[in-house]
């Protein structure tokens, strides 16, 4: 198969992206916003949207809307690329991330990477590893052929397995993170990122979100009957 080249951005670019110290830092840049909806007890959460990892807090806004899930996002605007491990997303610092933790008894944290030696494979991490092969096999159902889900996190780079208890789609107790590559968030016939700017959505994003509430609406999901 013969692949076109998604784009030259690379969400972790040396030099493009600056780090910071800690969450209430991050919340005092000029234009970093934060999105809360408090509905079920399933959380759906993108804690590096907007400006950093392009179309995540897209994917994590639809997915909770069409599910009824809990939503919370940080949102950078254009031109702001801090980035906070998601280790340090500690609670006692955000009232919005406090009841969003609160509220939840499972997460799916959405996250974009970037690596020039792969554009093609979507990670599903995080310390439930039932619910990470549950959504990694309904990914599977629905992606091209030209995406490979990897739910084996011996195959992921340490870095964005997600597996860190203090990560907060652990908090829970266990919750699944999916790393995009930015070929899916990436609209090659527009080139620009999906969402942006009055950009349409890429194909294989909307496939992608769809996969997604699927899998959270599938009654074999782990936590199907945690909600209310």
Known sequence: MTRRSPTPVDDRAPGRV???EGLAELLALPGVAEELEVRSTVGVCALHGGGLE????????????????????VVQPDGCRHHLPSTRFTTGTSERLDAFLDRVDTVLSIHGYGRHDDFWAVLVGGADRTAAHHVAGHLRGVLPDEYRVVDDVEAMPRSLRGLHPANPVNRAGGGVQVE?????????????WSDRDGTPRA????????????????????????GD
């Open 54 to 73: 392009r179309a995540t807090e897209v994917v994590a806004r639809e997915v909770a809307d069409r599910t009824g899930a809990s939503y919370y996002a």
């Open 18 to 20: 600056e780090p910071i």
């Open 203 to 226: 194909e294989h994003l909307q496939i992608l979100i769809d996969g997604l509430v699927a899998a959270l609406e599938d009654p074999e999901w782990p936590s199907a009957q945690g």
């Open 180 to 192: 995009l590559p930015p070929s899916i968030r990436w609209n090659r016939d527009h080139r620009d």
